[in-house]
């Protein structure tokens, strides 16, 4: 069995009411499946309305889109690992190319998220992904290898097989144009080696940027692909559930 993790990045959408009557609807109509996960990235004010609605179903957790690397202090706005994890938060987020690019996350604060979310015992999902300038020069590789290093290096294996990876090309996400099956799969190739070539034996590697009904199919056909993270079509339960069910050979 292929096991395949789908995330919904909900960003700046869907307050604790909405939550509420959005995991009303998908519960209701989302059958589980053995060979999936589906995790859930809602704003940090709806964190806690969306993990105890989402309470003993194994298949499903919690996780934040951002944290910061202090667990607590004078940090006015941000959300620390800890009270994430009160909150019921499971994972979190880690460099989103929002983060990134409109609030100036660079690769070092990256590094100091991963550690801090590793610390407080919750999954980092770490988003890398080229820009379209990047893409262009060819780029591509040497940006996913160095974002990756600057956020992992020097990780123990045991920690380093903890963390999920997102590639997200920065021109991919809501825009509508998703990169091709092909050409992620040669991205998400060259990560799961860097990996690999570090201990982490089987990791997950997600991929994300205007996936939605209509390729998501065609994406999770490519064997390289461990799933997907989702932003604007994760936003309405109905499709969100028909996404997830996507079948799989
Ligand atoms: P999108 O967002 O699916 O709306 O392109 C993906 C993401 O930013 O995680």
Redesign the pocket.
């Known amino acids: 069995m292929r096991p395949l993790l789908f995330a919904a990045?909900w960003?700046m959408h869907l307050g604790p009411d909405a939550a509420r009557a959005y995991l009303d609807q998908f519960l209701a109509g989302y059958t589980p499946q053995p060979d999936r996960k589906v995790w859930f990235f809602p704003p940090a004010i709806s964190l806690d309305t969306v993990s105890r609605r989402i309470a003993g179903r194994p298949d499903l957790l919690a996780g934040a889109q951002d944290v910061h690397w202090e667990p607590k202090g004078a940090f006015t706005g941000a959300t620390s690992v800890p009270l994430a994890a009160e909150a019921g938060a499971r994972a979190a987020l880690v460099g989103?190319?929002?983060r990134r690019h409109v609030f100036g996350e660079t690769d070092a604060d990256t590094a100091r998220k991963v550690r801090a979310v590793l610390a407080g015992g919750l999954v980092p999902v770490l988003?890398v992904g080229e820009t379209l300038a990047q893409r262009e020069a060819g780029e591509t590789l040497a940006v996913a290898r160095r974002q990756l290093l600057a956020a992992l290096d020097g990780l123990e294996t045991d920690a380093l097989r903890r963390v999920v990876i997102?590639y997200?090309p920065v021109w991919?996400?809501?825009?509508g144009r998703n990169a091709t099956p092909a050409d992620a799969a040669q991205v998400h190739s060259e990560i799961r080696s860097w990996l690999t070539g570090r201990g982490a034996a089987s990791p997950m590697v997600l991929y994300?940027?205007?996936?939605?009904l209509k390729n998501i199919a065609e994406l999770l056909a490519e064997r390289e692909l461990d799933g997907v993270?989702?932003?604007?079509?994760?936003l309405d339960a109905a499709t969100w559930v028909q996404l997830v069910s996507t079948p799989v050979a």
């Open positions: 990045n960003k989103h190319s929002e988003c997102a997200e991919a996400i809501g825009t994300g940027g205007s996936v939605n993270l989702v932003g604007g079509a994760s």
